[in-house]
């Protein structure tokens, strides 16, 4: 499948960048057109520079939830202000967090507020960080107010760049995200797609404002409910296997705490291992059986089990959903 949009990637190390194959194209001139023979700022250069911005450019956010906070952390990592980030939710169940320490050493600060109106006329980029039923409801709420100097980043599960762009003033620079929840500790993994109207520049200044929030990648529309399934439900389905980890040793005589303890080290190194090795999973379970020994034995109970096939089901079936919750969104609220 070939997509109109490069894929562009951050957060991969060197090695992994040699040998990056079609399936990914890393590092080459990324969020600029390869047909374009003024396209030579390589994106490597960007985001390791951080580019500045203007000490006057305002970020905000339309919701407080997990998503909006993980974002809001990576992006206060960066070079920008607290000051120039606002958040609106409609109680203060979730806002006092974004003003409490993080990091133990490092406070959001941001300010909040319950206008949605208000985050839109003092911001330049918008975070609309809401539940998929929600997001005509604000976009009807704040369109009047968008123009063509705001950046509108849609984080709405299944909520389609047709629909929102549909929601919104004609030319509106719409930009589609997924991301998932390790963003709150900076590990995420966040896929995102232009619109209509968005340009190079605006997926480029996306990919540095996110850049601390983990692996940022651009790609055709196509693969944002995939990705949905992958790694927005996908971090669900590791947690499942962790439990049964820990499960597996509890009922082999290990203490619960301590079991979970082992789980936890041991999905994150694998992780790791698998991240940063740039070998194919088939490849490091291989490394890890040896002829007739432990591995290859529990290997062979969870195949008998249908761990694989059931894990493809899992993230087609999420996949599925959210498709079903993009075409739910798209047929009430459209305005034109």
Known sequence: MESAHPVVTTGMNEEQRKHTDGSMVGWSPICLNDDDPSATQNLELNIKSEPKMDSQFRIGFIGAGNMAFGIAKGILSGCVLPTNVKVSAPSLRNLGRFQTPYLAKKELNITTS??????????????????????????????????????????????????????????????????????????????????THAKQEHGALLCSLLQHCGLVEEGPEAWIDVHTGLSGSGVAFVYLFAEALADGAVKMGMPSALAQRIASQTVLGAGHLLRDSNKHPAQL????????????????ALEQGGVRASTITAVESATERARELGRKSAAPGSRK
């Open 285 to 300: 379970r291989s490394e890890v059986c040896t002829p007739g020994g432990t591995t290859i034995y529990g290997l062979h």
């Open 114 to 195: 319950h206008s949605n109106t208000e985050v839109v006329c003092t911001s330049d980029v918008i975070f609309v960080a809401v539940k998929p039923h929600l997001v005509p409801i604000v976009l009807n709420e704040i369109s009047q107010h968008v123009t063509d100097k705001h950046t509108i980043v849609s984080v709405a599960a299944g909520v389609t760049l047709a629909t929102l762009e549909e929601l919104l003033p004609e030319g509106s620079c719409v930009i589609r995200l997924m991301p998932n929840l390790p963003c709150v500790v900076l590990e995420g993994a966040l896929l995102f797609a232009r619109g």
